[in-house]
């Protein structure tokens, strides 16, 4: 197996949710002054290689593939203003892989992004902290992004050529010191889930309405930094923040928790 490591550290990883044939995974660097990159990482016959490593402008701080083509992703980065936002993006094609790998590959075969579009902030002076592509395949929905800022968060749709709508509406979720996270419930295409502070909040995207939360998921005064669904069993999310724990619940009946995994003092 041929190592490379990565320019800067790395932030964010993300599987390639898009191709069915291959196991890939994205991996972008964040380094506030250093050179930042994404890299494809396939998985084939016990080896992992980088399929091809691409320059990325300015920190990467959150990653999302798109379902409909396996090249389409969306990152999130501070500019060298430390400014956050969202922007779509299309890989280059990458080497195909053989049964042999390319363990024996000394050189880092690399490429260049094809920029498509920006997800619009609500107004200029806007951050968006957090993006992601709708996790499934379902065809009514895969095109669609969710955006969430300090305080509100919005639903976008890549359009077929390659532009982004304009906000379906806009939820209120209130004044937050720190938004953690975001998902989207793949089984409830209506229901996401937004870290805010040591909370957990879960909003029906149709009606603006917060359904359900989970009231100080970690310690009050610290954060929960990232949620997660469960693609596979309904009602279940996952949140990690900073007690160094990992929690599961079921958000129907979320005043404990389901799991605990502690142990961890990275999480």
Not at 63 to 92: C, E, K, M, Q, Y
Not at 142 to 159: G, K, M, N, P, Y
Not at 168 to 185: L, N, Q
Not at 204 to 211: F, H, N, Q
Request: charged content about 20%; some cysteine.
């Amino acid at each position: 197996m041929a190592t490379h490591l990565l320019s800067s550290p790395a932030r964010c990883l993300c599987a390639q949710t898009g191709n069915e044939d291959e196991h890939g995974f994205l991996v972008g660097t964040a380094s506030l002054r250093g050179k930042n990159e994404v890299r494809l990482l396939k998985y084939f016959d016990g080896d992992i290689e980088v399929a091809v490593s691409c320059p990325h402008e300015g920190e990467v701080t959150g990653l999302s593939a798109a379902t409909f083509d396996a090249a389409v992703f969306l990152t999130v980065s501070h500019n060298t203003a430390g400014r956050p936002s969202a922007r779509i993006w299309r890989l280059p094609e990458a080497p195909a892989m053989s049964a042999a790998g390319t363990s024996g590959a000394d050189s880092l075969p690399t490429g260049t992004l094809t920029a498509m579009a920006e997800v619009p902030a609500a107004a200029a002076t806007t951050r968006i902290l957090h993006a992601q592509f709708f996790p499934t395949s379902d065809s009514a929905h895969s095109h669609d992004i969710l955006a969430v800022d300090e305080t509100t968060f919005r639903v976008h749709t890549l359009r077929p050529d390659g532009s982004v709508t304009a906000a379906r509406g806009a939820v209120e979720t209130g004044d937050s010191f720190h938004i953690g996270g975001a998902a989207w419930d793949s089984l409830h295409v209506k229901e996401v889930a937004i870290a805010a502070d040591s909370n957990v909040h879960c909003w029906d995207v149709a009606s603006g309405e917060r359904i359900r939360s989970i009231v100080n998921a970690v310690p009050a005064g610290s954060c929960v930094r990232s949620v997660s669904y469960n693609a596979n069993k309904p009602y279940m999310l996952a949140t990690a923040g900073d007690d160094h724990r990992v929690k599961v619940w079921d958000v129907r009946r979320a005043s404990q928790p389901v799991k605990l995994l502690d142990g961890h003092t990275h999480w």
